[in-house]
Each structure stands twice: as C-alpha cells, then as structure tokens.
C-alpha cells in the first residue's frame, strides 16, 4: 500500500524556521512529480511548492519564493520542505503529495494520486 507520512511540523515564532519531511514507501518519489499544499483553518487548500519527476525541476507558489525550499532524497525515497523567514499565514496544515500534474506554465499542480495524512505548522508569537 503506498504511503506518505509527514513530520516536522509544530508551533514557531514569525521569522522562524521549520524542516517538514515525506517519507514514502512502496513507490519512488524520484519518478514521479510531486508537491506540497497546505489548507488553513476555513480556508480552500492550496499548493506550495512542486517538483517534477526524474531532473526535479522545482515551481513555487509566489508567496513562498525566497523562504520555501522543496528537496528530495531519491536514496532515502524523502521529500522535503524547508520553511525559512516563516509568517503567521503561513500557519496551516502542510500535506505532501506525489504522482501530480503540473501544468505546462509551471504555476499549479493538481490531480495527485498520493497524499499524506498532513502535518500542522503554527507561526505564532
């Protein structure tokens, strides 16, 4: 059975940094496209951050650019999220995904067959 599971999250002050870590098992993070998405409290989920199968091309959301970065580890079958410079509407439930469709421009991504059961990340002061 594939799975997912995230790890990492917890409650920072703003300015804060956190690493969010995917481990994945019975399939290849590497050969697949995969991301990350987070939903906030009353709020509709939304993409982060996506990597591409195979080169790992990397895509982010404008309001992550500069303080997110997305990274894999095909060896140890992980993906990864480090979240730098963190802000309180960063505060949200950050989930990974894998086996995804980015679209050609490189600014959504949708329609992934894997997710994992989600991780909580609260900026706060």
């Known amino acids: 059975q594939v799975q997912l599971v995230e790890s990492g999250g917890g409650s920072v002050q703003p300015g804060g940094s956190l690493r969010l870590s995917c481990a994945a098992s019975?399939?290849?993070?590497?050969?697949?496209?995969s991301a990350w998405f987070r939903q906030a409290p009353g709020k509709e989920r939304e993409g982060v951050s996506a990597?591409?199968?195979?080169?790992?091309?990397?895509f982010y959301k404008e309001f992550v650019k500069g303080r997110f970065t997305m990274s894999r580890d095909n060896a140890r079958n992980m993906l990864y999220l480090q979240l730098n410079d963190l802000k309180p509407e960063d505060t949200a439930v950050y989930y990974c995904?894998?086996?995804?469709?980015?679209?050609?421009?490189?600014?959504?991504?949708?329609?992934?067959?894997?997710w994992g059961q989600g991780t909580q990340v609260t900026v706060s002061s």
């Open positions: 995904a894998a086996d995804c469709t980015i679209n050609y421009r490189g600014d959504d991504w949708f329609d992934c067959d894997y």
């Open positions: 019975r399939f290849t993070v590497g050969d697949v496209a």
């Open positions: 990597m591409t199968g195979g080169d790992g091309e990397k």
